[in-house]
T-cell receptor, first 119, second 110 residues
């Protein structure tokens, strides 16, 4: 079946521009996560949704970052007034909750990411 | 101090070698542990979960020591296709948020 998809795959923005990154999770997956991966680093948590509810946004680096998932499926990460330090790969992941997955852990499945370059 | 620490490497090993990666985590409340594999310019993919009793999947063996807050991954009979970055990952138990190490790069050569 289809995995997690993200668009665009690559985005070049001029400093100060707003960008919107889209994530389509695996169908039926309740949980959705956004991560930021800088070059040479591991992914870092940004925010988490369970259905349409944003339950944790502690990782968002500033109020320029905003995420939504209004209907509990597709999610958008928006970055306003982009800055050079925002350049990174933005990864989306989805999972089933443990109780519904039947397993002992919430396996997160990652999309291919959006590589954002801010000039 | 980072919550999950790994030696970034790179580890350069010949085909057929055995290689071990280690990882330490600082949050004693962590509940779930994983190794993910990430190929260059690709997304992370789950390699294996790590259980307290230790677990094996083919050439890969993972161990967890909760008392020392230490996780390891052993790869036997390395293949060229094992070349990748191996990410140590911890679930802090808070809404399944994953905390990643910086990754250890492995290069298997002929």
């Amino acid at each position: 079946g289809a995995g997690v998809s993200q668009s665009p795959r690559y985005k070049v923005a001029k400093r100060g521009q707003d960008v919107a990154l889209r994530c389509d999770p695996i169908s039926g997956h309740v949980s959705l996560f956004w991560y930021q991966q800088a070059l040479g680093q591991g992914p870092e948590f940004l925010t988490y949704f369970q259905n349409e509810a944003q339950l944790d946004k502690s990782g968002l680096p500033s109020d320029r970052f905003f995420a939504e998932r209004p209907e509990g499926s597709v999610s958008t990460l928006k970055i306003q007034r982009t800055q050079q330090e925002d350049s990174a790969v933005y990864l989306c992941a989805s999972s089933l909750p443990v109780a519904r997955s039947g397993g002992g852990t919430d396996t997160q499945y990652f999309g291919p990411g959006t590589r954002l370059t801010v000039l | 101090r980072k919550e999950v620490e790994q030696d970034p490497g790179p580890f350069n090993v010949p085909e057929g070698a055995t290689v071990a990666f280690n990882c330490t985590y600082s949050n004693s409340a962590s509940q779930s542990f994983f190794w993910y594999r990430q190929d260059c310019r690709k997304e992370p993919k789950l390699l294996m979960s790590v259980y307290s009793s230790g677990n094996e999947d083919g050439r890969f063996t993972a161990q967890l020591n909760r008392a020392s807050q230490y996780i390891s991954l052993l790869i036997r009979d390395s293949k060229l296709s094992d070349s990748a970055t191996y990410l140590c990952v911890v679930n802090s138990g808070t809404a399944s948020k994953l905390t990643f190490g910086t990754g250890t790069r492995l290069q298997v050569t002929l």
